[in-house]
């Protein structure tokens, strides 16, 4: 019992350590051991440890207050790399990612309708295309997915789109690679991914990442936030329109038929009605129409808006967030929609809520959940997020 303790005491530490340092940067051994309240033996034996991993190297003298110049210490953002995967849009993404977050190598393979057995089978060809690529000895591999999962037990509850039910996505990853996989759904991880990479100074914060589909992902206390069967953030199936457009789950007027790029797509339709080509809008018509000012287009974009102001009014009032960002491919749309958004928001809850709020889309563009995953790892493995 005793030597059980002295271990998770010693991991418990060293993961200290390398937090502190990570966020730090150039920092002194005397002065990690003033931030972690560790002795200073402690911290040399366990800083000399994690160099030895070559997690951490020296990178030259600080400044001298009186005696010998301090060796500066930071972590080695090369020394592993983070085997990334995104499977939530019409083609899965991979990357291998460095310790700070930035890519170093990328695949990208179309699933053109595959499901089931043959999306697992597409799966293991992007791994090992990346495995081969690798410059430095994987951390683990975190995967981004759609639907419903069991982040602890890494277990793909239903991904209906994939064709997956109670997969074991983990356990069959680890078993063929024998490293550590770390599975979430799509839309969490990004929501990890703005509060470890976004610049934003609160530990609170919903994401809501819009596309094809739409869900949300809430960090509270600086935790991601799954719910008791692991679906917080299913905003895509709340109804906003009473009596509206049959949904693909069965209810009607749910978020996702009138605030996704589908349903703004079928509005677009209704609205111009047949198009002389015969072919049905495109996202990037509709996008380049709004660019060149076409009033209708703005007009039906700033509509989704407010639909999507009108769920996001809900998660303020419930959860008194103040940092909300926009993911996914609705970023693309640009001014109207978040001028909708807006709208709606400062018209359903408290004035003094709807002004402490800061609503933006994302700076990480397409890769967000690529770097959620690449965060889920890194606070897993390290503790450093």
């Known amino acids: 019992m005793q030597k059980a303790t002295r271990t998770h005491t010693?991991?418990?530490?060293?993961?200290?350590?390398?937090?502190?340092?990570?966020?730090?940067?150039?920092?002194s051994r005397a002065d990690l051991a003033r931030a972690t309240r560790l002795t200073k033996a402690t911290v040399s034996t366990l800083v000399a440890d994690l160099m030895d991993e070559g997690l951490v190297r020296e990178t030259g003298l600080g400044p001298s207050i009186g005696g010998k110049p301090p060796r500066l210490l930071r972590v080695a953002d090369d020394a592993r790399q983070l085997l990334c995967l995104?499977?939530?849009?019409?083609?899965?993404?991979?990357?291998?990612?460095?310790?700070?977050?930035e890519m170093t190598r990328r695949v990208d393979m179309g699933v053109n309708g595959r499901t089931a057995d043959d999306a697992l089978a597409l799966v293991h060809?992007?791994?090992?295309?990346?495995?081969a690529q690798t410059q430095a000895p994987?951390?683990?591999?975190?995967?981004?997915?759609?639907?419903?999962?069991?982040?602890?037990?890494?277990?793909?509850?239903?991904?209906?789109?994939?064709g997956w039910h109670d997969?074991?996505?983990k356990a069959l990853l680890e078993q063929q690679y024998n490293l550590p996989v770390y599975v979430g759904n799509d839309s969490h991880l990004a929501a990890l991914a703005a509060y470890s990479f976004d610049p934003h100074d609160t530990s609170n914060l919903v994401l809501i990442k819009a596309g094809r589909g739409i869900g949300a992902g809430i960090v509270l206390g600086g935790q991601l936030h799954v719910g008791d069967g692991f679906g917080a953030g299913e905003i895509g199936h709340v109804t906003v329109v009473e009596?509206?457009?049959?949904?693909?789950?069965?209810?009607?007027?749910?978020?996702?038929?009138?605030?996704?790029?589908?349903?703004?797509?079928?509005?677009?339709?209704?609205?111009?009605?047949?198009?002389?080509?015969?072919?049905?809008?495109?996202?990037?018509?509709?996008?380049?129409?709004?660019?060149?000012?076409?009033?209708?287009m703005i007009a039906i974009l700033q509509?989704?808006?407010?639909?999507?102001?009108?769920?996001?009014?809900?998660?303020?009032?419930?959860?008194?967030?103040?940092?909300?960002?926009?993911a996914g491919q609705m970023c693309r749309a640009g001014e109207p929609f978040l001028a909708g958004v807006r709208t709606a928001v400062r018209q359903r809850v408290?004035?003094?809520?709807?002004?402490?709020?800061?609503?933006?889309?994302?700076?990480?563009g397409d890769d967000v959940v690529l770097m959620g995953a690449s965060a889920l790892v890194l606070k897993h493995q390290l503790g450093v997020i």
């Open 86 to 101: 995104d499977l939530s849009a019409s083609y899965f993404r991979g990357a291998l990612i460095n310790l700070r977050g």
């Open 243 to 296: 009596d509206g457009e049959r949904c693909s789950c069965g209810n009607r007027g749910c978020l996702e038929t009138v605030a996704s790029i589908r349903g703004i797509l079928q509005q677009v339709a209704f609205q111009r009605g047949p198009a002389p080509h015969g072919l049905a809008p495109t996202w990037d018509e509709v996008v380049q129409a709004a660019q060149q000012n076409d009033e209708v």
């Open 125 to 131: 060809s992007l791994i090992t295309q990346l495995q």
């Open 138 to 162: 994987i951390l683990g591999i975190g995967i981004g997915t759609p639907g419903l999962v069991d982040t602890d037990q890494g277990i793909v509850l239903g991904a209906v789109n994939l």
């Open 10 to 27: 010693k991991r418990h530490n060293s993961r200290l350590i390398l937090k502190t340092i990570y966020h730090e940067g150039d920092i």
């Open 350 to 364: 408290l004035p003094a809520m709807a002004a402490g709020t800061n609503i933006q889309f994302t700076t990480l």
């Open 167 to 169: 997969l074991p996505l």
């Open 303 to 326: 509509q989704a808006g407010r639909y999507m102001g009108t769920a996001i009014a809900h998660l303020i009032g419930i959860l008194n967030v103040r940092q909300i960002v926009i």
